[in-house]
């Protein structure tokens, strides 16, 4: 919903994760696949993709994300099928449960 919507700003002030942020942000604007430019008039262009090596945003982020959630599964010594998600039931300083999966 574009219309009613409230955006917030505020500082990130731990540094691991204003990288993160950032690195999500770079991702994000280097689509190729998906990317569309807002007009002054308030329509969307799709970006011209001419010349330019495909990049699907989305994907990128859903690999680094579910490679991520492998490498700290990993140190806690529970196995995740090659061919599922784990699905995080608590944040990392908490203790853990048995991950809940899901077909992909």
């Known amino acids: 919903n574009l219309n009613r919507r409230v955006e917030l700003l505020f500082e990130i002030e731990n540094q ?4 993160k942020v950032l690195n999500i942000l770079d991702t994000l604007f280097s689509d190729t696949l ?3 430019v807002l007009k002054n008039d308030g329509t ?3 970006l011209d993709k001419r010349g330019k090596k495909k990049y699907n945003a989305q ?3 859903s690999e680094t994300a579910d ?3 492998k490498d ?6 529970l196995k995740v099928h090659k061919d599922m ?3 995080p039931l608590t944040r990392p300083n ?3 449960e048995p991950p809940v999966v899901k077909k992909i």
């Open 34 to 36: 998906k990317t569309r």
């Open 44 to 46: 969307y262009k799709w």
């Open 59 to 61: 994907a990128a982020l």
């Open 72 to 77: 700290y599964y990993s140190t806690k010594q």
């Open 85 to 87: 998600a784990a699905v």
């Open 67 to 69: 490679q991520e959630m």
């Open 16 to 19: 691991a994760i204003r990288e």
């Open 94 to 96: 908490q203790e853990i």
